[in-house]
């Protein structure tokens, strides 16, 4: 399979625009994700339920992101399913804000999960096939607009949530998804329309026939392993350790803070090394922020750490990209980014939600830690496998 010709080919204006794009879309989160943990403990829910609504939520983004990508196949206007996906996620996103018993949050959290399945995968590859279609601009300077949003919309979310309460995050993401909408209308390129449904059935040869991308594949899923416990539980430790809102936003932002310089480093890091590099150096970092946090559990350190993790986040973001595009190359490529950016987080999220709910209600957070250090430890021993083609090899084939 390879990408659909467009006519419109991408100006500086829809660089611009795409990145206003990230900037809305990845930052909007910034209002409800770091607070959506505390907000469901705070309706009287237990680790045991609220890892059981995130295993729902995934498995739904997982059963969605098929659909996603066939009505996606379908459609001369790819923008257009986007804009709907943003839509849809709005939509569900205010009704989610008015639930507040176990029952309505697990069924509400599920339709949540489906709308949201093809936003990023899609995004991504917009992203990607910008940068791609124009060398000048690194994908990391795209990006790195999600983490200027982010930083943005965590503290004023948390500025406004601790001055009247977790329901402002709802209203706020959902405005930024519907700002999202207003800046695609204004796209002038047409981008590349990667069909993720023809090509899904093949992920399943390409992983029996090349080696390198089953070692990737299961290096992700275990680092995404890693993260499922502290991403589902860190706002309540935080709580439990004497943090407000507007604290627990200000550990959400730290790390995005320095992701604004990191993403822009890691572009000229991939030049001068390779993205395979920059992705081992990412779980080097993560193994010695979970060892911090194991050593010193406290609001500063979490700060500290968080603002470490941006640099992590960054290297991995931009890194990942890169190595599946030296992988796959233009074959199969929007199948691949929604496997590795969405199916397989998905998968670890239905299996890593519910264990760490029981580990939480059994032993408390701070045990998540440990078992996120050796997770990252795994990923890190399985990357060594990994050999990808540098960028001359790709040209010349």
């Not at 930024?176 to 990667?194: C, H």
């Not at 992701?259 to 920059?278: C, H, P, Y």
């Amino acid at each position: 399979m390879q990408p659909s010709t467009s006519n419109q080919p991408p100006t500086r204006r829809d660089v611009r625009l795409v990145r206003v794009l990230y900037a809305l879309y990845i930052g909007g989160n910034g209002f409800l994700y770091p607070f959506w943990g505390l907000f469901l403990r705070r309706h009287g829910l237990s680790g045991t339920q609220i890892g059981f609504i995130s295993m729902v939520m995934s498995g739904a983004v997982l059963l969605a992101a098929v659909g996603w990508g066939r009505l996606s196949d379908r459609t001369t206007a790819p923008k257009r399913i986007l804009q709907f996906a943003l839509f849809l996620s709005a939509v569900v996103t205010i009704i989610l804000r008015f639930q507040d018993s176990f029952w309505p949050l697990l069924i509400v959290a599920g339709f949540y999960g489906a709308s949201v399945a093809g936003i990023q995968p899609m995004l991504y590859t917009l992203g990607y096939d910008l940068t791609e279609r124009m060398p000048s601009i690194g994908f990391g300077s795209v990006r790195v607009w999600g983490s200027i949003g982010w930083v943005v919309f965590v503290l004023l979310g948390g500025w406004a949530i601790q001055r009247a309460n977790l329901g402002f995050g709802f209203y706020g993401q959902t405005g930024a998804f519907l700002l999202a909408i207003a800046v695609i209308f204004f796209l002038q390129f047409s981008p590349s329309r990667y069909e993720v449904a023809e090509t899904s059935g093949g992920i399943q040869k390409d992983l029996l026939k090349n080696r390198d991308l089953l070692i990737l594949t299961a290096a992700v899923a275990v680092g995404y392993l890693a993260r499922v416990g502290p991403l589902r539980f860190e706002s309540i430790y935080l709580d439990e350790l004497g943090a407000g809102e507007m604290l627990i936003g200000v550990v959400n932002m730290a790390g995005a803070v320095l992701e604004i310089g990191a993403m822009f480093w890691a572009d000229r890091l991939v030049a001068k090394r390779s993205f395979l590099t920059i992705l081992k150096v990412n779980w080097v970092i993560e193994i010695v922020i979970m060892a911090a946090i194991l050593i010193h559990p406290s609001i500063p350190v979490f700060i500290v750490v968080r603002a470490i993790g941006g640099i992590s986040f960054s290297l991995y973001s931009v890194a990942l990209v890169g190595v599946i595009g030296r992988l796959v190359g233009g074959d199969s490529l929007g199948a691949w980014m929604a496997m590795l950016t969405v199916t397989v987080p998905s998968l670890m999220e239905i299996v890593g939600s519910p264990l760490s709910g029981v580990a939480f209600d059994a032993f408390g957070a701070y045990w998540l830690y440990a078992i996120a250090l050796g997770c990252d430890a795994l990923a890190l021993l399985l990357i060594q496998g990994v050999r990808t083609r540098s960028r001359r090899t790709m040209a010349a084939a």
